[in-house]
C-alpha cells in the first residue's frame, strides 16, 4: 500500500502525523522535508535570547525520534521538486515516490522588500530554526540589530533582543507597531514599554539601502536617517507557499485553497498550516494549525471531519507589554471602542448593536482575556 505522504515538518506536518496515529498506528507514512526534520515550536525563535536558549535547545525531538515516535519514515532535508497529481506521485529530482494521500505542509516564506544598497544580500531573516542557528551565530559578540517591520515577528524580536543585551532599532512604513493588530492607544503603550527597554523606533518611513561601511552596515531610511547595525533582520510578512501546488494544477489564491475538510482542488491532496487558504482567510498562526491537524488526523484516519475554527486570540511575545490580540473578521463593520490608563489599555471592537467582534489588550488589560474570548464569534463555525 502506497503511504500517506506529509510535506513539511514544522508543527502542521508533524502535528497532522501525531493526530492521525491517535486513531490509525500502522498505514504506511512518510514525512519529506527540505529542513533538519527536528521538531520543535516556531514560536520560541522570538523569545530564546531572553531565555539564554541556543538553538540546540530549541530542537526538542530529532527527526529519528520523530520517526520512532510516529512509526513513520522520515526522510529530512529533502526538497520535494514536483507533485504529479493524475499519478498520484511526489518527485525528489529524479526519484518518484507514490502516495496514496498527499499533505501539503509547506509553510510560508518571507516577505523580502526592493532594497537598494551593495549590502542588501546581507538581509537576513528568520522563519526556521536553521535561520535561527545561523542568526545566532551572527549575534556573538554583536551588539547591534536594525529590525525592519514592527509587525508581531518584529516587535517581538525587538523586546527579545533588548533583554539579551543587544541594541534594537526598527524601522516601519507604519505610524506604530502591530498596526494591523492594534488601535494607536494599543501601539502607544507598546511603544512606550519597548522604548524604556531601550528600544529605538523609526516610524513612518521605509528603508531605501543597506550598504557595508566599514565593519558595520549603514540602514539609509526614506526620510534620510542613517542607522549603523552589525545585523539587519528583516520581519515584514509572509507569503504562502503555492509553487509546488500550483505547477500541480491545483487551486490557488493567496495560499493553497482548501475545503472544510481541508481538500485541495485534488480530493487525494490536503493542506494545511501557513501554506493553507481556506474560505478567503490565511491564518498563520498555531492555533489553527492545532484545529486543522485534529479534523485532517481523523479525516486520513477514516472519519471524514470538517474543520471548524473557534475565535483564536494571539499572545504577542513582548513581555514588557503583555499584549493578546483577536483581530476582527477582515472587512467586519464595527468601531474601536477603547479605555487606556496608564496601567493597560482594553480595545474592543464592536459592531452598531455592541456585539463584540474582536478585541486588543495590553498589559493590565490582558487579565479580561477569560473574561472577553467567550464572547467573540468563531472564525469559521462548526457547518
Ligand atoms: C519568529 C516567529 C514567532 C512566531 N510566534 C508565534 C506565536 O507566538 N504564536 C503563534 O500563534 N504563531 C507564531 N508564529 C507563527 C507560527 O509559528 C507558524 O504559523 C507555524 O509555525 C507555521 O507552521 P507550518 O508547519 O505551517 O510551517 P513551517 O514551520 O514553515 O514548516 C514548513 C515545512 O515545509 C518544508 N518545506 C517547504 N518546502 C518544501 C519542499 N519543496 N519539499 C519538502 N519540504 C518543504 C519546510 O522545510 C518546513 O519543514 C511565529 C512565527 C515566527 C517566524
Redesign the pocket.
Known sequence: MNPIII?????????VAKELRKLDKETPLMV????S?SFY??????NALAGKKPPSAIALNSPEQMASQLNATVRAT????SVNATAHSVQ?GDESLSYSKLVL????D?IRLPIAGNAADAIIT???LDD?GRFHTLLDGKKRVAIIGAG??GS??ANDLAVGGHHAEVIDIAAQPLGRLLPPQGGDMVREKLKALGVVWHFGTGTKSVDRDDSALKVTLDNGTVISADIVLS?VG?KP?VA?AQAAGLKVNRGIVVNRQLQTSDADIYA?????EIEGLV???????MHAARAMGATLGGKPTPVSFPA?P????TPACPTIVSPPAPGAAGEWQVEASAEGVKSLFVDSSGKLLGFALNGAATAERAKLAPQLPPVLAVT
Do not use: H
Open positions: 510535506l513539511g515538518s514544522g508543527l502542521a506536518g508533524y502535528n519529506i522535508t527540505a529542513d526534520g515550536s516556531k514560536p520560541m525563535l522570538s529533502t526538497r520535494v521538486t525528489i505542509a509547506l509553510g510560508a518571507q528568520v522563519n526556521d535561527f508581531l515577528i517581538e524580536f520581519a509572509l507557499r509546488l494545511l498550516g501557513d501554506c493553507m491564518m498563520p498562526y498555531v492555533m489553527p494549525i483564536m494571539v499572545m504577542v511575545k
